[in-house]
């Protein structure tokens, strides 16, 4: 791998679902790969609603964030993915508890279907620590 990208592995975090890195340092920043709802300790999906999800998702992006050197209130901008736009009020709600006064840059996009049948999928860019 080049030397200015790093990929990192986040060992508590779910498994990659394919040939892809959980995240890649690069230029100071931290590019994270989609995260579902995938609880790490089973490997299987949190079923529980798209709330639910979306605070799952968020947790495996913690640990990602952690193993790359940083934490997920460095988070710069975030891309939510929704199978259902009209749940987007109770997404909304679970991510904000998730971010201060602060909160990155977001986009929430609505999309017709996500992996393993996921109702939300979150991906993040982090600014890594000086």
Do not use: W
């Amino acid at each position: 791998m080049p030397r200015n990208r790093h990929a990192v592995t986040a060992p508590d975090a779910p498994e990659p679902a394919g040939p892809y890195s959980h995240a890649v340092r690069a230029g100071g920043l931290l590019f994270c790969s989609g995260q579902v709802a995938i609880d790490p300790e089973t490997g299987t999906l949190v079923d529980r609603g798209p709330a639910e999800q979306a605070r799952r998702c968020l947790q495996n992006l913690e640990v990602v964030a952690r193993a790359g050197g940083a934490s997920l209130a460095d988070a710069v901008r975030m891309t939510v993915y929704v199978t259902d736009i009209g749940a987007f009020g109770e997404v909304n709600e679970a991510y904000g508890a998730f971010f201060g006064d602060e909160p990155p840059a977001r986009v929430t996009i609505g999309v017709a279907a996500l992996p393993g049948g996921a109702a939300v999928e979150v991906d993040a860019v982090i600014a890594l620590p000086d």
